[in-house]
């Protein structure tokens, strides 16, 4: 004899009975067993990887095994696909538990039938345990369709918010390129480019299942349910566009970044190549006086030393008279950098 009661409850997060209000019953495995659709729509958010949800999904779901196969996939992709009055759902979802990366996406599984809905997850979702909460003090979906609606609403919140606070952590990381170009600003451009493509690698397959979930057909998904739906689908379109968008700001900032600190870098080189020019020749002269053989002249004189640091003062002011002639002190040479570039922002 196998029955779900004889179960260890480990996996089953909740299960709701809806009572059509925006309320819902709590039930046990017990319940579940004893469910028919003329009860009323139910509800169950499962943790798929537990033995007594995996015993359930396979002998008491009454789930194709093609569709509880793909529920079961280690790596799903975000999708929504019809298999005949039921819906085949996989979205993911930003995970925001404690200690988690929101990048290291959580995937929610979900079969819609007209009378069920199971969910499926391994790590908890706030998304879920926000309906849950909602039908707990009588606030939440009313029915299927709308419980459909509601989900897709719920992951949607939490992406549009991560991928705003990225952005926002890009434009200030633009604003200090402005002012400074410190060492760390590369590493945290850098991090938020890899995240803004660890983020896209899930949200554009979900833009497109978002998309095709708003024109599929079920008798269960009402007008009402299919406008939110196709808000939700027109929503995660823009979220994804913003995403793009600050992916390439950050590119755009990060180029800008390493511009100035080349720039900087050169400067600086061309300092200490002013430096070595002018202090060349002196050094030439020094070494050839300062050699231990006999003739070096004027080496008993004493006004001989105070002529030598005259003579060196004259090379010295000729040199940086020769240098600024040429415009190689910076005045003429900026001059000209600033013209080229004001042409250059002329012609774009």
């Given at each position: 004899?196998?029955?779900?009661?004889?179960?260890?409850?480990?996996g089953?997060?909740?299960a709701?009975?809806?009572?059509?209000?925006?309320?819902g019953?709590?039930?046990?495995?017990?319940?579940?067993?004893r469910?028919?659709?003329?009860?009323?729509?139910?509800?169950?958010?499962?943790?798929?990887?537990?033995?007594?949800?995996?015993?359930?999904?396979?002998?008491?779901?009454?789930?194709?095994?093609?569709?509880?196969?793909?529920?079961?996939?280690?790596?799903?992709?975000?999708?929504?696909?019809?298999?005949?009055?039921?819906?085949?759902?996989?979205?993911?979802?930003?995970?925001v538990?404690?200690?988690?990366?929101?990048?290291?996406?959580?995937?929610?599984?979900?079969?819609?039938?007209?009378?069920?809905?199971?969910?499926?997850?391994?790590?908890?979702?706030?998304s879920?345990?926000?309906?849950?909460?909602?039908?707990d003090?009588?606030?939440?979906?009313?029915?299927?369709?709308?419980?459909?609606?509601?989900l897709?609403?719920?992951?949607?919140?939490?992406?549009?918010?991560?991928?705003?606070?990225?952005?926002?952590?890009?434009?200030?990381?633009?604003?200090?390129?402005?002012?400074?170009?410190?060492?760390?600003?590369?590493?945290?451009?850098?991090?938020?480019?890899?995240r803004?493509?660890?983020?896209?690698?899930?949200?554009a397959?979900?833009?497109?299942?978002?998309?095709?979930?708003?024109?599929?057909?079920?008798?269960?998904?009402?007008?009402?349910?299919?406008?939110?739906?196709?808000?939700?689908?027109?929503?995660?379109?823009?979220?994804?566009?913003?995403?793009?968008?600050?992916?390439?700001?950050?590119?755009?900032?990060?180029?800008?970044?390493?511009?100035?600190?080349?720039?900087?870098?050169?400067?600086?080189?061309?300092?200490?190549?002013?430096?070595?020019?002018?202090?060349?020749?002196?050094?030439?002269?020094?070494?050839?006086?300062?050699?231990?053989?006999?003739?070096?002249?004027?080496?008993?004189?004493?006004?001989?030393?105070?002529?030598?640091?005259?003579?060196?003062?004259?090379?010295?002011?000729?040199?940086l008279?020769?240098?600024?002639?040429?415009?190689?002190?910076?005045?003429?040479?900026?001059?000209?950098?600033?013209?080229?570039?004001?042409?250059?922002?002329?012609?774009?």
């Open positions: 004899m196998s029955t779900v009661a004889a179960y260890e409850p480990t089953l997060a909740h709701y009975l809806l009572d059509g209000r925006g309320g019953e709590q039930l046990d495995w017990n319940g579940i067993e469910w028919t659709p003329a009860d009323g729509a139910l509800w169950l958010n499962l943790d798929y990887s537990a033995p007594d949800v995996e015993r359930w999904l396979g002998l008491h779901s009454q789930i194709d095994p093609l569709i509880r196969d793909a529920l079961l996939d280690d790596d799903p992709r975000p999708r929504a696909m019809a298999h005949g009055d039921a819906l085949l759902l996989i979205v993911r979802g930003i995970n538990n404690e200690g988690a990366a929101p990048e290291d996406m959580l995937s929610i599984r979900s079969w819609i039938e007209p009378h069920r809905v199971v969910t499926l997850r391994r790590r908890q979702s706030r879920l345990k926000a309906i849950a909460a909602d039908l003090r009588g606030a939440g979906p009313t029915g299927v369709g709308e419980l459909t609606a509601v897709v609403e719920r992951i949607l919140e939490h992406v549009a918010a991560r991928v705003d606070t990225l952005g926002d952590d890009i434009a200030a990381c633009e604003d200090q390129v402005l002012s400074e170009t410190r060492g760390e600003l590369r590493t945290q451009l850098a991090d938020q480019r890899r803004a493509i660890a983020l896209r690698r899930f949200l397959p979900q833009r497109e299942a978002f998309a095709k979930l708003s024109q599929i057909q079920v008798p269960w998904l009402d007008a009402t349910a299919r406008s939110r739906i196709a808000e939700s689908a027109d929503r995660m379109t823009r979220t994804v566009e913003e995403l793009d968008a600050a992916r390439d700001r950050a590119a755009v900032t990060q180029e800008e970044l390493q511009s100035k600190i080349g720039e900087a870098t050169n400067q600086r080189l061309y300092v200490l190549s002013i430096i070595t020019a002018v202090f060349l020749p002196l050094g030439f002269v020094c070494s050839l006086l300062g050699v231990n053989v006999g003739g070096v002249p004027l080496q008993h004189d004493e006004w001989a030393f105070w002529a030598l640091c005259g003579a060196f003062a004259i090379i010295v002011a000729a040199q008279w020769l240098f600024r002639r040429r415009g190689w002190l910076g005045g003429e040479r900026r001059g000209l950098r600033l013209e080229e570039r004001a042409a250059d922002r002329a012609r774009r």
